[in-house]
C-alpha cells in the first residue's frame, strides 16, 4: 500500500531550517577557529625563530676582543645546559675573595662584557663568564627565547657547585639585560647566592614578550596573547613562567637592581624588573635609577664620558662610509676601519658606576661572614 505524506506545517520547516544554519554557522565559526589558531601558532613561530636566532661573534667589532688583554689570563671550560654544550671563561683563578658570575645580554655573549670581567679581575675576584645557548662558541641552533637565560645560568651554577676549585667561593651574580632576568629569577633555584646585581632587566618572559609584540602588532598581540603563552610552555614548561620578582623575594639574599629611565629596550615603567619594586618584599632589595642624559639607556649605562662621546664620533664615521657604498661597505674597508678604532677607549667603564657595584659586593660579603 502507498504511503501518503503530508507536508510540514509552515512552523516546524522554518524550526528546521534554522537548526540547519545554526549547525552550518558553528561549522564555519570551528574552521576559522581551526584556521586562526593554525595560522596563529605558525605566527608565533616564526617570530620566535626570527627574534631568537644564533648569535655569532661578530668578524669586526669597536669593542675589546680576548686577544686585547693578553696579559689576562683565562681558562676556558665547558658545561652542559640541557643537549647543548656551552662554553666558559674563568678569568682571575686563585683571587679567593669569591666568584662573580657574570650573565650576558641577549646577541651578545661573554665577551662582549670583557671590560666589566676585567675590572672584577682587578678588584680581587675571580670571574666566571660564558656563552649562553646559541651564542658565540656555545652550541646550539639558536637563543630559543627569553627563558633560556635562566636555564643556562642554573646549568653555570650547577657546574661550579661541581667543580672543586670554585665551589668553596661565595659567589656573586652580575647580568645585563637577558642576563639581569636571569640572575633575579634564578633565586627560585636551589643554589647559595651571596648577592645579585641585577642590570636593565625585565621581570618575565611572557611580559617581555608581550609588550614586543604589543609593538609590532598593535591590538592585534592581545588576541595573540594566547598563542604566545602556549608556545613559551612549550618551549619551557614551568620555567616559562618564573619571575624575577618571585626569584627575589624568595631569598633575603641582597639584590641590587639598576635601570635607566630611558631605555628604550626593556621600558623602565613597563616590563622592567624596577618597575615591580612594590611587589618586592626582601628586605635586603635596593634599587638605583640612572638618570643622567645620554647614560640613561639600555647598554650605555657601564660607559664613561669619554667612552660614549668616542662612540658617538665612530658612529659618525661608520654611517658616511656606510651611505658611501650604499650599505654594502667592502670587507677590506671595514677592517681597515675597525683596525683603527681604540677599543680600549671605546670600552672604558665609568668608574663611580663600577665601583658602586663593587662596594654592593664586598657589603654583601660583609654580611656573609
Not at 510540514?8 to 577557529?33: E, F, M, N
Not at 654611517?319 to 670587507?331: H, K, R, S, V, W
Request: net charge negative; aromatic share 12%.
Amino acid at each position: 500500500m502507498k504511503r501518503i505524506s503530508f507536508p510540514q506545517p509552515p512552523a516546524r520547516r522554518q524550526a528546521s531550517d534554522k537548526k540547519k544554519r545554526l549547525r552550518i554557522a558553528l561549522l564555519v565559526l570551528c574552521a576559522v577557529v581551526i584556521l586562526f589558531s593554525i595560522g596563529s601558532m605558525v605566527a608565533v613561530k616564526a617570530l620566535y625563530d626570527s627574534s631568537f636566532r644564533r648569535a655569532e661573534r661578530p668578524q669586526f667589532s669597536a669593542y675589546l676582543r680576548y686577544d686585547d688583554v693578553p696579559e689576562y689570563d683565562r681558562r676556558i671550560v665547558r658545561f652542559e645546559s640541557g643537549r647543548n654544550l656551552l662554553t666558559g671563561y674563568l678569568f682571575g683563578e686563585g683571587n679567593e675573595k669569591g666568584l662573580v658570575v657574570i650573565a650576558h645580554g641577549l646577541g651578545g655573549g661573554a665577551e662582549s662584557y670583557l671590560p666589566e670581567i676585567i675590572y672584577f679581575a682587578d678588584q680581587d675576584w675571580t670571574v666566571f663568564a660564558y656563552d649562553c645557548t646559541g651564542s658565540y662558541a656555545s652550541e646550539g641552533e639558536g637563543t630559543v627565547g627569553l627563558a633560556q637565560s635562566l636555564l643556562d645560568l642554573d646549568a653555570a651554577l650547577t657546574y661550579i657547585r661541581s667543580n672543586d676549585d670554585l665551589s668553596h667561593l661565595p659567589v656573586m651574580l652580575c647580568g645585563h639585560s637577558w642576563g639581569g632576568y636571569a640572575v633575579a629569577s634564578v633565586l627560585t633555584y636551589d643554589h647559595p647566592i651571596t648577592a645579585v646585581v641585577s642590570i636593565a632587566g625585565f621581570n618575565s618572559p611572557m611580559e617581555m614578550v608581550f609588550e614586543q609584540a604589543k609593538g609590532i602588532m598593535g591590538w592585534f598581540a592581545y588576541l595573540e596573547y594566547p598563542f604566545m603563552w602556549a608556545y613559551q610552555t612549550m618551549l619551557f614548561g614551568k620555567a616559562a613562567w618564573v619571575s624575577a620578582v618571585d626569584g627575589i623575594n624568595k631569598t633575603d639574599t641582597p639584590v641590587m637592581i639598576i635601570h635607566g629611565d630611558k631605555d628604550d629596550v626593556i621600558s623602565y615603567t613597563g616590563p622592567a624588573i624596577i618597575a615591580h619594586r612594590s611587589k618586592i618584599t626582601n628586605p635586603n632589595a635596593v634599587y638605583k635609577t640612572c638618570s643622567e642624559e645620554g647614560r640613561n639607556g639600555h647598554s650605555n649605562l657601564f660607559y664613561s664620558e669619554a667612552a660614549l662621546k668616542y662612540r658617538e664620533e665612530l658612529n659618525e664615521e661608520y654611517n658616511e662610509l656606510y651611505y658611501q657604498y650604499d650599505g654594502n661597505i667592502p670587507d677590506e674597508l671595514k677592517a681597515a676601519f675597525y683596525a683603527g678604532v681604540d677599543r680600549f677607549l671605546a670600552s672604558e667603564l665609568d668608574p663611580e658606576f663600577m665601583d658602586n657595584i663593587n662596594e654592593f659586593l664586598e657589603r654583601s660579603l660583609e654580611r656573609r661572614s
